[in-house]
Nanobody, 124 residues
Framework: QVQLVESGGGLVQPGGSLRLSCAAS????????MTWVRQAPGKGLEWVSD????????GYADSVKGRFTISRDNPKNTLYLQMNSLKPEDTAVYYC?????????????????WGQGTQVTVSS
């Protein structure tokens, strides 16, 4: 069955960095565009970034542009999100999902495949 397993979250000080990973199995990862989505406490889902199947085309929300970098390693079936210059407002649960979960920047847990999420907390 399809599995997406995120890792790499944690507590980091403002200005710090984290690298999230998402290990995929149960489907042909290399043929799927992939997306990172986050959900801050008490807020809705927020599209963060996506990448096409080959890794050449990437998109970012304005709130993370210039600070976050999405990438993928298709032979390793793994998606990444490098997060630099982290801010307290980046605090959220971060999910990887197949891009079919989102229509533009609107994402739904009822569509596509999702991981269980990894908590990122940015605080001094």
């Amino acid at each position: 069955q399809v599995q997406l397993v995120e890792s790499g979250g944690g507590l980091v000080q403002p200005g710090g960095s984290l690298r999230l990973s998402c290990a995929a199995s149960g489907f042909t990862f290399s043929t799927y565009p992939m997306t990172w989505v986050r959900q801050a406490p008490g807020k809705g889902l927020e599209w963060v970034s996506d990448i096409n199947s080959g890794g050449e085309i990437r998109g970012y929300a304005d709130s993370v542009k210039g600070r976050f970098t999405i990438s993928r390693d298709n032979p390793k079936n793994t998606l990444y999100l490098q997060m630099n210059s982290l801010k307290p407002e980046d605090t959220a649960v971060y999910y990887c999902a197949t891009t079919s979960a989102c229509s533009g920047v609107m994402c739904s847990r009822n569509r596509g495949y999702w991981g269980q999420g990894t908590q990122v907390t940015v605080s001094s």
